[in-house]
């Protein structure tokens, strides 16, 4: 179960402000299994939040995403998605993306293969580069089945 508390220390751990669009709209993300544009969050905010301009769900949505409090997808043309990022390895997931109706599909298939292979290109880019890697993200587009049929 995704609850309350546990993005709460996290915004701390940032020195973040505890403002209200911030808290609402990680409250709303945190609770919700989809991927929602600004728009769908703005929408779903609206009567709970009557003061909480688009614009200010934009700027939060990306101060969000920087302090990896949440997940951006973007792709194509279409508007960019966001999803709450619990960190926890049980929820690790990528995505399948469909490039003609924006459908997003959630697998967690192969995901300890995964991680193996990550982990292997992560240590060897970090030797390579010195680059400290934090995260990794991956997308696959293409065309769904509804789509293609
Ligand atoms: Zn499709
Ligand atoms: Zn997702
Ligand atoms: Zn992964």
Redesign the pocket.
């Known amino acids: 179960m995704r609850g309350p508390g546990k993005w709460q220390h996290r915004l701390h751990g940032h020195g973040a402000r505890w403002t209200a669009p911030r808290s609402a709209i990680l409250e709303l993300l945190s609770r919700s299994s989809k991927h929602m544009s600004a728009k769908d969050v703005y929408g779903s905010l609206n009567r709970t939040h009557p003061g909480l301009g688009l614009t200010t769900v934009y700027r939060t949505l990306d101060l969000l995403v920087r302090m990896g409090l949440l997940n951006k997808l973007s792709f194509g043309s279409g508007e960019s998605r966001y999803e709450f990022r619990s960190g926890d390895e049980e929820t ?1 997931h ?1 995505h399948l993306i469909c490039m003609q109706c924006g459908k997003i599909i959630d697998y967690t298939d192969f ?1 300890d293969e ?2 193996k292979l ?1 982990k292997k290109t992560e240590d060897a880019l970090t030797r390579k580069h010195g680059f400290k890697i934090t995260d ?1 993200n ?1 997308e696959f587009l293409g065309i769904c089945p509804e789509c293609k049929g």
Do not use: K, P, Q
Request: glycine residues 0%; charged residues 10%.
């Open positions: 690790h990528h995901v995964e991680l990550i990794h991956i």
